[in-house]
Each structure stands twice: as structure tokens, then as C-alpha cells.
């Protein structure tokens, strides 16, 4: 059995314990920008020159696979090939999973659009068979050959005709998933076009928005898992209060400071989050691997988030590398939702 999966049976049968929480890298950049994917590309003096290339990018994700810290690697449907043809996920406990749809409101990464400012509209790329099974005619029981895990993304905007538009193509990813035999975890975004709600109002919408909509499935059709924004410990917590079959899983948003990062998984863990999904924390951190050391460390209890961001800075200096802050302002909490 996978250590994913023997952790989610731990969760779920009222067992977790610290060591018990799921870190996801979250590399799927790829599926909403395209050159900017790999982030940053900086000289010796700290300068940006340039962005990361593909290339750089799988060596990144092969590094983070290699070091066995997180639990889950979601990329792309074509890196995720591509890793696996050169062997990356070989013997590794570490689970890979693609990005199973691209709705609109992801596309923000591509320079000079405005789809992240539209209302959100289905769309999937990724074909489920060739990633299980590696032919278009793929079908359950076949060896697979890519992954059989995937994630599903949907955003309600209290609009009833795009609301319904996405729960529809939702049904017919499932129908698919289980005709096939691939397992998904479900995120659900804010509102990213809201209409009639407010900054106060849309966590308790889309809480009430996610739950209705998996009340009607079966559990075969269930995700294995949430990963939805933190938007505060109430709305977390009332989350995992109501039905604790549920498990959460929260995004990172975006990259904030060190202190935001582990500031969230700590808070996620205490409200009852089970899992973190960071992207773009992870991946635009001076030490991506470092950072990922002290995330275990913060969720396992082993240290505070205020000790880690100090013990990151001084790994750094250890490893020759030049913050991007001075250690002050990198302890300071900058996302409102983690001050309130």
C-alpha cells in the first residue's frame, strides 16, 4: 500500500496523528501560464535574467521526488509522462498525480489575458485513458502505465447557468473516472467572478456549494479528497466538523512570505485541514527542498512556524544562498486571512 494511502486510511478511520498530515507539491503551473512556468530565473547577484526552462522545471520535480518529503507530486498530464519515461517515479513512495481539467479561471499565468477575471468555464485537456493506461482505448483492468490519480477543479460564482455549466462537465468527468478506474481529488476556488456575494459571505457560499454538490455521489464517485482555499479557521473547521469523511486539503495560494507559508499549514492543521497543496510557495522559495524540510517539520508539531522561518534562513546561509528578504521581514505574516 502507498504511504498516501495509508495515511488517508488513518485519517479516515479516526486514527491521524501528526505525522499523519499529506504534503502535496502542487507542480501544474504548466496548465494555466506557460513560459513563466518555472518561475524566476536569477544571476549570481540576485538578478532575474530570464525564466526557468522546461527543462529546469522536471529537474526540480525530480529533485523534490528524489528528497521523499511530500506525499503527493501533481503536475501536468505531459510532465507527468515525461518524468515517468525517465524513470523518476520509479521505487518512490511519493504519488504522482495530473491536473484532470483546466477551467478558464486557471489561465491566469498566461501573460496579458483577462481569464482569470471571467467567469469560469469548463474546460478539460487531459484524456483520462491515456494518462491511466498510455492508449486512447484504454480500459479498467489494463496495466497502468501513467497514474490513476488526478485532480478535478471547480469555482462557483452564484451564477445559476455557469454554476450549472461546471457541475455538468463535473458529471461527466466522473462518468468517465469511474468507467475507467481513476480516483481524483476535488478543488473547489473561491468565487473568481462573483455575483452578489461579498468577501464575507462567499466562504460560507462555497462551503455550502461543495458539500451540496457531493451529497448526490455515490462512493464511487467521491474524491479521495478537498483541496480548497484557506479562508480562516471557522470556515475550515466547520468543514471538518460537519463530516469528517470529508477530508481537507488546503492550497498555498500565492507565495507570500516564508512565515505565510508555514503560518498556513499550521493554522490549516489546527482547524482540520489533513493535507497542504502549495504551489507557488514551494516553487519560489530560495531552497525549494529546504523549505519542503522544515513543512514536514511545522506539521508534525516538531517546531513552531516562527522558529522555522529563523531555521530556514540559517539553512540558507549554511547552503551559500541569499534571501530574498532579511529574516524580519520574512517573519512577518502578510496574508490577511492568517492575522484574523
Known amino acids: 500500500m502507498a504511504r498516501l494511502d495509508k495515511k488517508l486510511n488513518r485519517i479516515l478511520s479516526g486514527n491521524y496523528r501528526r505525522g499523519d498530515f499529506i504534503i502535496a507539491d502542487a507542480k501544474d503551473g504548466d496548465m494555466g501560464s506557460g ?52 524513470g ?3 521505487g518512490s513512495a511519493v504519488k504522482p498525480a495530473i491536473r484532470g481539467n483546466d477551467a478558464t479561471d486557471c489561465w491566469g499565468g498566461v501573460r496579458g489575458s483577462s481569464y482569470a477575471k471571467e467567469m469560469s468555464r469548463p474546460y478539460r485537456t487531459a484524456n483520462i485513458a491515456q494518462v491511466m493506461y498510455g492508449k486512447q482505448d484504454g480500459k479498467k483492468g489494463d496495466p497502468i502505465t501513467g497514474t490513476d490519480l488526478g485532480l478535478y477543479s471547480i469555482t462557483f460564482n452564484n451564477d445559476l447557468d455557469a454554476d450549472m455549466r461546471s457541475l455538468d462537465a463535473f458529471a461527466a468527468f466522473r462518468e468517465d473516472a469511474v468507467r475507467l478506474g481513476f480516483t481524483y481529488f476535488l478543488e473547489v476556488f473561491n468565487p473568481n467572478a462573483p455575483v452578489g456575494l461579498t468577501p464575507e459571505t462567499s466562504p460560507a457560499f462555497m462551503n455550502d456549494c461543495l458539500l451540496r454538490c457531493l451529497s448526490g455521489l455515490t462512493q464511487v464517485e467521491r474524491p479521495r479528497f478537498l483541496k480548497i482555499p484557506f479562508n480562516g479557521h471557522r470556515a475550515i473547521s466547520e468543514l471538518a466538523h460537519y463530516d469528517p469523511s470529508v477530508v481537507i486539503g488546503v492550497l498555498g495560494g500565492g507565495a507570500g512570505t516564508t512565515r505565510d507559508t508555514f503560518e498556513l499549514l499550521h493554522q490549516a492543521e489546527r482547524a482540520g485541514a489533513r493535507l497542504a497543496l502549495f504551489g507557488r510557495k ?5 531552497s525549494p527542498l529546504t523549505l519542503l524540510r522544515f513543512m514536514r517539520a511545522v506539521a508534525d508539531g516538531d517546531v513552531a512556524p516562527s522558529d522555522a522561518v529563523s531555521a530556514y534562513h540559517d539553512a540558507l546561509a549554511k547552503e551559500g544562498l541569499r534571501p530574498r ?8 505574516i502578510t496574508e490577511a486571512v492568517l492575522r484574523g
Open 35 to 86: 513560459v513563466t512556468t518555472g518561475g524566476p530565473l536569477y544571476d549570481t547577484q540576485g538578478e532575474q535574467i530570464g525564466w526557468k526552462t522546461r527543462r529546469d522545471y522536471l529537474d526540480q520535480i525530480a529533485a523534490v521526488v528524489k528528497q521523499d518529503v511530500v506525499d503527493i507530486m501533481l503536475t501536468s498530464a505531459s510532465n507527468m509522462e515525461r518524468l515517468t519515461q525517465e
Open 88 to 90: 523518476v517515479y520509479k
Open 282 to 286: 514551494i516553487n519560489l522559495a530560495e
Open 325 to 332: 528578504r532579511k529574516l524580519e521581514a520574512d517573519q512577518e
